[in-house]
């Protein structure tokens, strides 16, 4: 059981089964779910809550619905796809030719999935090493393989080695494992067309061996099909004049039904139809028609397993991160062994701007250059609610502990029925002051009820003044570094302060604030951990996954007065240029503290 | 030895404010570029001495840059990590090549850094290992344990991990902030302030 | 801090007896390399011991090939589990490779020809690695296992044969690496001696 540090997560109203409802059933569920609403308190246990419950950092803002958004109701959509290796950007009809891979050098190792080198594979060196260290430049040239610098995978495992160290993809699009050239569609194209090789073929099944024994590959034999029934649906026209009025409806045509209807009704319709059995299609019949007979000789690969063993075989993950290998024909370009797996081009990733799913505007947006790091549009949650940071606080030593709660060791557990204090630092980013305002149930929720009283669930926080800000974290100048000094003085005497009350009183103060900063306040949450033992013990239930962790749901509401901007909406009603506006938010977070000790 | 401060503090603080523990092994101190506010903690490792051999060819004639370790700003070098240049054969003779680092790059404990380039606001996280020549982008975050196989590109806004590494996520448009090192620069130093709150 | 000076190299606690060593003269021995342990400590020709690297035996003796290079901070005859003496703690052949920061514990570990031992990589107290292994960073090898030759221990113990069959062309490079090294680190043997 790992120690936690605590954390905040925030539910983004997405979730929220309030606003789920459809606009068309809104009076019905608004009914019920008002009232439903006030006393629901959020289960972070709940099964939903998995899928709803983000860190701040994770949370995007919409401006205009001024609410809350999370990654998985903001709408996503591409701006930039590249590669992660070469890092070069990959425009879009690249992507629907080539498929979302790179097509340039980059592959990763089949075997542990690290980034292969292009290496040139040298010829031996001489023996005579130690004599002479500088009497060779090394050889560049000769054949290259893909080597993996982590495992030590090289493509000559799988019989493949390049010509030239740039453009690997498309020569190893044409390799089949073993090194044997693979025919590209346009290759096939001219060979299926080329008689000299139509005669070969020729004289091998003049050999006595059937042409079909030729292995195609999947890609060929696909084209083989359906360049093969593609000629047979257009046949029929050409062989059977008298039903050319129905002949170019192809399958759906009577003919081809009432072949079908013969197939399964034993020929009872055989005399009638007869003469119609002349036109239908056929199936292929040979290699170039993509006739492709199975190979059911699969004493190769139980040989292999015997030698091999399970190792030998490559898993399920190794499976799926390959692409698929058109170029063997066995397994539709599956492998089995590791000993097959080829290298893995790499995927490509994307850089993606983000929408409100209600209002459609863009909330994040990145530049679409691979490289840059800056976005256009960013409107991170950060910036418009209170942070809410946790620390554990320690009350019991007497001398002079300051604020910052030297005993709390982070990730110690909590002791069961002993109350805890835990710091909650709220920081405000934004340029106005705000009341915040919190909820908390009495009792978590949850099997094992663990007791919490916010100490101060209401106060205000004042502004966020970025320009003193921006003017501390300016280096160059000493006398504001005195300054900075100077706050931070006053700031630890002030901590100094309030750890001096509570220590005298040895009690925390209802409705008191217990630290204040610039844009920042402090406020104390008593916890009282639960018992983690059932009450009717006949049964010994085991305690569930996590149910030792410590999460207290807590409801914020922010409020603050902005300058009244006009919505655009709302911007006809002259409003007055002075007019301030009342702005609301609230949400649900929960506060994870620590384990309970069991 | 200088004998600035009476009581000899923990660390050498420079004009340019970086703080290098006196017990931190810098060989080849000539070798090693800091660019300010860098924090180098006890037992950190840099391997300076490591310098190129071989210029490349296209400046054989420029001066020949003997930098073997360059660092930002705002860099935090955690206790027991290890910066040192990657080698490798080059034109059939070995070279080692300079590691450069960007600014906000915080390097764990225990981690051994052997890329070619790291660039800014990245965060390395404790007993890491970067392989030789990996070339790490801005904002990546590289989880503990991670080993970084040689030759691996992370891109920006990477979170990494696993043996070899690999991508497990994207840091998010609003984790940008937490790269940023100039309060943990304070906290550390002989007059160390505490974290803010 | 003045930029005159070369090095900060804080000393060092060379707590320990000052073991006996036999150096091939063509060694490079960093001088602030940790030699430790009242048995012998031998160096064969050309190898390569980097700063700070910690040679200990004091659990036996500790011998290592040509053509070696002992990286920063590893440790060769780390005490292990076992804490017995035996007559030889650490054996490596020639062209082997230790990592920074990595660990090969005493008693009678082998580690064979050409192996590369990955940075802070751990091998126990008798282990015996074949030939041309890698051990990926941060791999451990269990006290008493034998390792056949080529293996690959990657990924928190996967295993693998290297087929890559480039055993001389690595030793090439290692050559090449200790050309330069010998230039860069300077060598005091005497100091051990």
Known sequence: MAAITPYTYIQCPCSDSSTLGRSSDTNSSRADGADDDDDRTFDPRAPRSNYSLYPLEYLLYCEDCHQIRCPRCVAEEIVTYYCPNCLFEVPSSNLKSEGNRCTRSCFQCPICIGPLAVTSVETKPDPSLLAAPDNTAAPQSGPYALTCSYCNWSSTEVGIKFDKPNGIHAQLSKLRNGGTARLTAKERKERRRDPSYRSSAATEQGDGRSGSDEKLDLETQFANLKSFYQSQLADPNASDGGLAALSDLGFSSPTSLSRIMSIYTGGSLHDKKAKLRVGAIREALEVDEGLQLADLDESAAIAQLHSEGHDGTASTSRLSDQPPNFGEAHLHGRSRFVSELRPIPYLLRTKRSKRCPVCRHIISKPEAKVQTTRFRIRLVAGSYIPSIAIRPLSLSSGSGTSASGSAGIPGALLEPLKPAHYLLTFTNPIFESIKVTLGAPAKTPGRFASKVTVLCPEFEIDANTDVWDEALKDPSGAGELRDRERERERRRHKGEEGGNVSNNNNQLEVGKIWERGRNWVSIVVEVVPAWLRLEHGTEEQRLREDEDLLEIPMFVRVEWEAEAVGDEVGAVVGRDKEAREKRELAYWCVLGLGRIRH | MSLRRPPRGEYIETDTGNKVARKATLVGTQNIMLGGKTVIQPEVMIRGDLVRTIQASSQSGATPNSTAVAIGRYCFLSRGCCLRPPGRLYKGAFTYMPLRMGDHVFVGPGSVVQAASIGSHVHIGAKVVIGEFAIIKDYVRILDGTVVPPNMVIPNFSIVAGQPARLIGEVPEGGHEAFELRDLYKTVGNNPQPAPS | ?193
């Not at chain 3, 003269?25 to 020709?45: Q, V």
């Not at chain 3, 690297?53 to 005490?79: M, N, P, W, Y």
């Not at chain 3, 514990?105 to 690695?129: D, H, L, Y």
């Open chain 3, 1 to 193: 801090m003045s930029s005159k000076r070369h090095s900060i190299l804080p000393p060092v606690s060379s707590s320990g007896p000052k073991p006996p060593v036999h150096f091939s003269s063509s060694i490079t021995i960093a001088d602030s390399a940790l030699l430790t342990g009242t048995h012998p400590i031998a160096i064969h020709s050309e190898s390569v011991v980097h700063p700070r690297a910690k040679l200990d035996s004091l659990a036996g003796r500790i011998t290592i090939g040509r053509r070696c290079i002992i990286h920063e901070r590893s440790t060769l005859g780390a005490v292990g589990t076992s804490g017995k003496i035996t007559e030889a703690a650490v054996t490596l052949g020639d062209y082997v490779t230790v990592e920074v920061g990595a660990a090969i514990e005493a008693g009678e570990t082998v580690i064979g020809e050409g192996t590369v031992v990955g940075v802070g990589a751990r091998v126990g107290a008798g282990a015996v690695v074949g030939k041309h292994c890698t051990l990926t960073p941060h791999s451990e090898i269990a006290a008493g296992e034998v390792v056949p030759d080529l293996t690959v221990v990657y990924s928190n113990g996967m295993r693998r044969t290297d087929k890559r069959e480039v055993a001389e062309l690595k030793n090439k490079g290692i050559a090449r690496q200790i050309d330069v090294l010998r230039r860069m680190i300077p060598s005091n043997p005497a100091k051990f001696a």
